[in-house]
């Protein structure tokens, strides 16, 4: 098993506050915030959705977020 994959879950299950298996912009935001200071910009948000909604849906379920985050892909285009 990967673990960079399964902290990716981790990561997700972190963000998701209603658990229905989908991160909006409001609840990354949210986490976001809970990070008080080191967290990252609205535009950063912003990138990241756009960077891992691969469906245009305008939220990031679980194989998004870990096709972008788990494999260290951020750079493909
Ligand atoms: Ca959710
Ligand atoms: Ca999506």
């Known amino acids: ?3 960079a994959h399964e902290a990716a879950e981790a990561e997700f299950k972190r963000f998701d506050a209603d658990g229905d298996g989908l991160l909006t912009a409001d609840e990354i935001r949210a986490a976001n915030d809970a990070l008080g200071g080191q967290g990252a910009a609205e535009s950063e948000i912003e990138a990241f959705i756009a960077a891992a909604d691969s469906d245009g849906d305008g939220m990031i379920e679980l194989a998004e977020f870990v ?8 750079e493909k285009a």
């Not at 096709?67 to 951020?74: E, F, S």
Request: glycine share 18%; net charge positive; hydrophobic share 35%.
């Open 67 to 74: 096709a972008l985050v788990g494999h260290g892909r951020h």
């Open 1 to 3: 098993m990967s673990s």
